[in-house]
């Protein structure tokens, strides 16, 4: 928002302050999109400088039939002495599972780091590490097996899948492919490239003893995150961390949802004091701070998001009775006009939005609103009603991205599919996402995946054929909330395509390119999220 001018010509003055005005009554306020809008830009340029390898290229040789956070299926193979092995017969402490074969010159260039690898993963505790080689008894057989391990001084035991079973029982497509399994047979990671530094072996095992959730939250605490508890925007690599960069309402209310998945009240005293002490100035949450100055301006979604956190941190820990009162006479007062839920209030002006952006509509938030004060009661309705009746088609079963009060109608403008599919989450987690809108997402997931931007009529949006961390994400967490598995897992493939593995790497643990560019707040949280929902399901 740019300041109005002030000085001896009044009436230039008045005139500008008319206009911006007539821009927010028409809904064309930039802010409303703010995350979405820094998150596409920085997705087009990430698009450019990528290599030409597609993600499908990249998902399609991964394990077809088990899943990241999930168990492996019951596969077995044979012993050296010939006895029948289960999978199960392994659980109880982890497991380290490699396909191979010794014809295989990737496999042969990962098992000769094996040695290193077996001591490195002493240090992080007692492991099952498995060799199982992919034995068809013409191409493999176990005397060529047994004499390239003995070449290669490699003294562990091997297992045999022979008429690989195991290997066609899990949908594995190339070799090697290593997955790393918890004490419960719990899939934690997995590569389907050779592993050839040890660096990048020792990624995969903090994934497996610490969890891929918390390997990226580091990287935000350690270099998103300020001394005070503001996470910041974009990561600069230039500087070294990315504290040059705005620090938003969303990313922080996202990192309190991280806090409580993780039951870490600390971290999340730590973001809330930076909320309550930096951008809640007279009672309302700013959703920008650039530098120390925060925006006049709130989000209704953001404000959604803290207080069904401290709703949450209260049923947990207790002691948030205060802020949750404070919170929602903040929504009543701003969140509110004619009796209908609005985007934002903007401070300066003492102007209501006029829209209302259906990926704002939190139900569950609401729905507690309207059971706990009648104020938000008719409100709640209403917005349900338009996030119901904003469908765009049978077609093309997304919905519109805001509804305009002033006009009584959706807007038909494109959709961003980051909110889209927050409005399909919310949506499942009331209980009303229709049936047809998640067969339109397993269709997309089946045919390449969700991309950036759609028109209405369902097609892309020229320029925006590409792919974020962020929308798989939340069609990971959309797969779990309505328990399709095969949904989860696929978002989940898709979403790791761009998540640094190397330990030596700056950059570990974060979703972004090699070099460092392209790493934004938005896919961290959101991608942190995905590993805490879908993780803590399959424990």
């Known amino acids: 928002?740019?300041?109005?001018?002030?000085?001896?010509?009044?009436?230039?003055?008045?005139?500008?302050?008319?206009?911006?005005?007539?821009?927010?009554?028409?809904?064309?306020?930039?802010?409303?999109?703010?995350?979405?809008?820094?998150?596409?830009?920085?997705?087009?340029?990430?698009?450019?400088?990528?290599?030409?390898?597609?993600?499908?290229?990249?998902?399609?040789?991964?394990?077809?039939?088990?899943?990241?956070?999930?168990?492996?299926?019951?596969?077995?193979?044979?012993?050296?002495?010939?006895?029948?092995?289960?999978?199960?017969?392994?659980?109880?402490?982890?497991?380290?599972?490699?396909?191979?074969?010794?014809?295989?010159?990737?496999?042969?260039?990962?098992?000769?780091?094996?040695?290193?690898?077996?001591?490195?993963?002493?240090?992080?505790?007692?492991?099952?590490?498995?060799?199982?080689?992919?034995?068809?008894?013409?191409?493999?057989?176990?005397?060529?097996?047994?004499?390239?391990?003995?070449?290669?001084?490699?003294?562990?035991?091997?297992?045999?899948?022979?008429?690989?079973?195991?290997?066609?029982?899990?949908?594995?497509?190339?070799?090697?492919?290593?997955?790393?399994?918890?004490?419960?047979?719990?899939?934690?990671?997995?590569?389907?490239?050779?592993?050839?530094?040890?660096?990048?072996?020792?990624?995969?095992?903090?994934?497996?003893?610490?969890?891929?959730?918390?390997?990226?939250?580091?990287?935000?605490?350690?270099?998103?995150?300020?001394?005070?508890?503001?996470?910041?925007?974009?990561?600069?690599?230039?500087?070294?961390?990315?504290?040059?960069?705005?620090?938003?309402?969303?990313?922080?209310?996202?990192?309190?949802?991280?806090?409580?998945?993780?039951?870490?009240?600390?971290?999340?005293?730590?973001?809330?004091?930076?909320?309550?002490?930096?951008?809640?100035?007279?009672?309302?949450?700013?959703?920008?701070?650039?530098?120390?100055?925060?925006?006049?301006?709130?989000?209704?979604?953001?404000?959604?998001?803290?207080?069904g956190a401290l709703l949450s941190a209260n049923n947990l820990w207790g002691g948030y009775d205060q802020l949750i009162n404070d919170y929602s006479r903040e929504i009543a007062k701003y969140g509110l006009h004619n009796r209908n839920y609005v985007d934002f209030y903007d401070v300066r002006y003492k102007k209501y939005a006029d829209r209302f952006t259906l990926c704002y509509g939190d139900l569950q938030t609401m729905s507690w609103l309207a059971d706990r004060d009648d104020r938000f009661a008719e409100p709640y309705e209403s917005a349900k009603k338009l996030i119901l009746g904003g469908k765009i088609s049978d077609g093309f079963p997304l919905y519109y991205s805001w509804y305009h009060y002033s006009t009584n109608s959706y807007a038909p403008d494109d959709l961003n599919a980051a909110e889209a599919m927050i409005t399909l989450l919310h949506l499942a987690e009331a209980g009303l996402l229709p049936d047809d809108s998640m067969s339109w997402l397993k269709a997309q997931m089946d045919a390449g995946g969700v991309k950036a931007r759609y028109k209405t009529d369902g097609t892309v949006v020229e320029g925006y054929n590409y792919d974020s961390t962020a929308v798989y994400a939340l069609i990971a967490m959309i797969g779990e909330v309505k328990g399709d598995k095969k949904l989860q897992g696929k978002a989940l493939k898709k979403m790791e395509k761009m998540r640094i593995i190397d330990t030596a790497s700056p950059y570990y643990g974060a979703f972004g390119m090699e070099d460092g560019s392209g790493i934004t707040s938005f896919d961290q949280v959101m991608a942190m999220l995905a590993y805490e929902y879908t993780g803590k399901s399959a424990e």
């Open 1 to 307: 928002m740019k300041k109005a001018l002030s000085g001896s010509r009044t009436e230039k003055a008045l005139i500008i302050i008319l206009c911006m005005l007539t821009v927010f009554t028409a809904g064309g306020l930039l802010l409303l999109s703010h995350y979405f809008n820094e998150e596409e830009e920085l997705q087009r340029r990430r698009k450019e400088s990528a290599e030409e390898t597609s993600l499908d290229d990249i998902t399609a040789i991964l394990p077809e039939y088990c899943n990241l956070n999930e168990k492996i299926p019951d596969i077995s193979f044979t012993s050296e002495s010939g006895k029948k092995i289960s999978m199960k017969e392994f659980e109880g402490k982890p497991s380290i599972l490699t396909f191979w074969a010794s014809w295989c010159p990737d496999c042969r260039n990962e098992l000769s780091h094996m040695n290193e690898f077996v001591s490195t993963a002493k240090k992080y505790g007692d492991f099952n590490y498995i060799l199982v080689n992919k034995t068809d008894n013409k191409k493999e057989t176990k005397e060529t097996v047994k004499k390239y391990l003995s070449d290669q001084k490699i003294s562990m035991d091997t297992y045999y899948d022979e008429g690989l079973s195991a290997y066609k029982g899990l949908g594995i497509h190339a070799i090697p492919t290593t997955l790393f399994l918890d004490e419960h047979g719990v899939i934690r990671a997995w590569s389907t490239k050779p592993i050839v530094k040890n660096s990048v072996f020792e990624g995969y095992l903090k994934d497996l003893t610490e969890g891929s959730a918390k390997v990226t939250g580091d990287f935000v605490l350690g270099s998103l995150m300020d001394d005070r508890g503001g996470v910041h925007t974009t990561y600069d690599p230039s500087q070294g961390n990315a504290m040059n960069s705005d620090i938003l309402s969303e990313t922080q209310g996202v990192m309190l949802e991280y806090a409580l998945l993780r039951k870490d009240q600390q971290l999340f005293e730590k973001i809330l004091s930076y909320i309550t002490g930096v951008m809640r100035v007279n009672g309302l949450t700013a959703w920008k701070v650039n530098g120390d100055k925060p925006s006049e301006v709130n989000s209704l979604l953001d404000d959604f998001r803290i207080l």
